[in-house]
């Protein structure tokens, strides 16, 4: 793989990596700190209109809010659904054996869309206990991608089109004698 695409891939992902703090940061609700492991799970992705075959990344992070740590925190990508091929990280489960409180885990995959047709992205999906062994449970948002389509030149505008080419050359076949008298001399 090419230097510079390698590089620019690394800066798109440190770039979402800063985006995505900053937007969950500034979107944050105020939540109380409950005294067992709380995590939070969020995606993003960064196009949700695509053109068929174009790529595009998506990015997941998990955050422990609470005052304790979080154990077993199980971590699954749900399977690509038709219509999008995943490029990287086929399919998705992580496994942490303990996420301290105010800790991050953030990850990226990469997909494009192959379908002339809207599909959903679904949900990340995450478990984990607390040091009693209690299960806990939850899910980021889902995504919806759409195709874009490429405006096709209608018959009427080509009409125009051509209409205005034979109009422009209509006017300029006059001139023509002219041009040659000129450059005669």
């Given at each position: 793989?090419?230097?510079?695409?390698t590089r620019a891939k690394l800066s798109t992902v440190v770039l979402l990596?800063?985006?995505f703090a900053n937007l969950s940061a500034s979107t944050a609700v105020e939540k109380p700190t409950p005294?067992?492991?709380a995590l939070d799970v969020s995606k993003y992705?960064?196009?949700?209109?695509?053109?068929i075959g174009e790529q595009t990344i998506a990015l997941v992070n998990v955050t422990n809010y609470g005052n304790s740590s979080a154990y077993n925190v199980t971590i699954a990508?749900?399977?690509?659904p038709k219509g999008v091929l995943r490029l990287e990280n086929t399919p998705h489960i992580d496994f942490i054996e303990e996420l301290k409180p105010n800790a991050s885990y953030v990850y990226y995959f990469q997909f494009k869309l192959v379908e002339d047709e809207n599909?959903?992205?679904?949900p990340t999906r995450i478990t984990w206990y607390d040091i009693n062994g209690t299960k806990y449970e939850a899910s980021s948002q889902g995504y919806f991608l759409s195709p874009?389509?490429?405006k096709q030149q209608t018959s009427e505008g080509r009409y125009w089109l051509y209409l205005s080419l034979i109009s422009v050359g209509i006017i300029a076949l006059p001139a023509i004698p002219l041009l040659f008298i000129r450059y005669k001399k």
């Open positions: 793989m090419p230097m510079n695409s990596v800063i985006l005294a067992f492991g992705i960064e196009k949700t209109e695509l053109k990508e749900p399977i690509t599909v959903f992205i679904p874009l389509v490429e």
